[in-house]
């Protein structure tokens, strides 16, 4: 009875995702059309509603090709683990205060683990194409996702310090008073970067650079493998959207405490959070050109990395002075 009640809460999760997902994808074609002055997609159902399934349909129904120098299991596989691995990581994300799947108190290793592993994928696909523009593209995206996790994790280090847990619940609880995203600007705004470069968007793409590397580690997928890889990503980037308002923007607690607006449901304020964040990642995709890879890794290793580690020790001799550690006593 347990294991057929978690399968269901999983496909409620899941399900929801998917179609969100799907929808992105027409809302950033939307926005990105907005900005450019043209129209976006509008001919399939009313207003371009349809889209979304019209896309997954042509992408199913599509012939699978397999490289003939390829190595046959791994490329069959990479695409997969890239798409389970997006979704295994909301099973911590709480969306209200009782609406989440696991609410484990090592919620913040447990994603950090899932995104370290986000990497494999990655390189299995450019390894088995046998084809040096996937290899290249894989190679960048490892090197890139490793360079800018150490950041992302001394940044959350930070937040985790303010809240004295690893338990994703008990951090959004913390900023009942004020969110992290005030006091900790600095770091909030190199995390959102960090996270354009760790889901390796706009401007970051360089794995997928079509000027020199075509698409990258996934120039040889099509059809179903090519889906996979486009869900596993924008899946990624809504968790990487609720991940910033969880840590920084207070989750699903409303932005002031007044009779009207604390009545709207905590999940809808957790939605709406979320949303604003996307929209920041269409923007950018828009709004910047891509840097060059020796830009990227600079600013990862000599701008990012100190800055974050320098706010650590620096919030760390805040809360030690003023013995405002939480878990102090």
């Known amino acids: 009875m347990f294991v057929f009640i978690t399968v269901i809460k999983s496909l409620l999760i899941a399900l929801p995702l998917i179609i969100a997902v799907a929808y992105f994808t027409l809302v950033e074609r939307k926005i990105m059309a907005g900005i450019q002055r043209r129209r976006g997609p509008d001919v399939v159902g ?36 890239s798409f389970m691995l997006s979704l295994v990581g909301w099973a911590v994300i709480p969306f209200g205060e009782t609406y989440v799947l696991a609410d484990i108190n090592i919620g913040v290793l447990y994603l950090f683990a899932i995104s370290s592993l986000g990497v494999y994928g990655i390189i299995m696909s450019g390894w088995a194409s046998n084809s040096k523009y996937a290899f290249l593209g894989g190679l960048r995206s490892a090197a890139q996702m490793v360079s800018y ?12 310090l303010c809240a004295g847990s690893l338990n994703l619940t008990t951090i959004v609880m913390s900023q009942q ?8 600007f600095p770091m909030f705004f190199m995390f959102f970067i960090s996270a ?7 401007p970051f793409d360089l794995p997928e650079a079509e000027a020199e590397l075509v698409a990258g580690y996934n120039v040889e997928y099509s059809a179903a493998g090519f889906a996979l890889f486009f869900l596993g990503e924008y ?7 609720s991940v910033t308002t969880i840590m920084f923007l207070g989750g699903w607690l409303p932005i002031i405490d007044v009779f009207p607006i604390n009545m709207v449901p905590g999940p809808i304020w957790f939605g709406l959070k979320v ?41 760390a001799g805040i809360l030690l002075g003023f013995n405002w550690l939480p878990f102090i006593i």
């Not at 899946?235 to 959207?241: E, H, L, R």
């Open 275 to 315: 949303c604003f964040f996307v929209a920041l990642f269409v923007w950018a995709r828009a709004a910047y050109p891509r840097y060059r890879y020796d830009q990227l890794m600079r600013l990862g290793w000599k701008v990012f990395l100190p800055l974050s580690l320098g706010w650590v020790l620096f919030i």
């Open 149 to 160: 996790e150490v950041s992302i994790g001394f940044i959350l280090i930070a937040v985790i």
């Open 177 to 184: 008073t004020v969110w992290y995203g005030l006091p900790l």
């Open 196 to 202: 354009l470069a760790e889901t390796n968007r706009h």
């Open 46 to 81: 009313a207003w371009g509603l349809i889209q979304p399934f019209a896309d997954a349909a042509k992408l199913i129904l599509k012939e699978t090709i397999l490289p003939s120098t390829a190595n046959t299991v791994l490329f069959v596989i990479a695409p997969i683990l």
């Open 235 to 241: 899946a990624n980037m809504i968790m990487m959207s």
